[in-house]
């Protein structure tokens, strides 16, 4: 295998990942939030599995979701805005877990749960409000007819961002962690 296949691996994992979240997690509920948000927690999946070098894919990949699954329009700036939007939270929780040394995952062979719980919240708290803020600003300049609730939006949004993450964050390293370590222990992750 050569090292430019190597290479467009995690690109297309990262687009295969969080297409398939958003085909089995549903519809979309922009103002109201959903009882669970699969994407951001495969998000913060790819992001843990392969860095910050599939961002631009993540982006990709949720404006192609919301454009087939959802019937957004695809060149329209306000899908844009929430697409990045959606992608920023869980960078910033990746990034500031770096920066304060919370980040090790993995201890020798065990995996740290309390560590990606801790991702999980603080990447749906980030999202949440970056939601909420980019929710505001598209009501506020009259882009929609729908108006805001800031306590059920930031409630709901909540909910559904932690147990999203959760779902898909404890799914990989229940399942196929385990998988990767048994069948490809020489390419296992480690930290």
Not at 115 to 144: E, K, P, Q
């Amino acid at each position: 295998m050569n090292n430019n296949s190597l290479e467009i691996q995690p690109q297309i994992s990262t687009f295969l990942i969080i297409v398939f979240c958003y085909f089995i997690n549903g519809p979309a509920y922009p103002f109201e939030g959903n009882l669970i948000w699969l994407p951001l927690g495969a998000m913060s999946l790819c992001f843990l599995l392969f860095g910050f070098r599939v961002v631009l894919v993540a982006i990709l990949a949720s404006q192609c979701s919301e454009f087939w699954f959802h019937s957004r329009p695809f060149f329209d700036q306000i899908t844009l805005i929430s697409t990045v939007a959606g992608t920023i939270g869980p960078v910033i929780a990746i990034a500031s877990m770096r920066f304060f040394k919370l980040s090790n995952f993995f201890d020798g062979e065990k995996l740290v749960f309390h560590h990606l719980i801790f991702l999980a919240i603080l990447t749906a708290l980030f999202n949440t409000l970056i939601s909420f803020f980019v929710s505001s600003y598209i009501v506020s300049n009259g882009h929609s007819s729908e108006t805001i609730n800031a306590t059920d939006f930031l409630r709901n949004f909540l909910i559904g961002d932690i147990l999203g993450c959760l779902t898909v964050i404890f799914f990989a390293a229940l399942v196929v962690v385990p998988f990767i370590k048994y069948f490809f222990p020489r390419i296992a992750p480690s930290e």
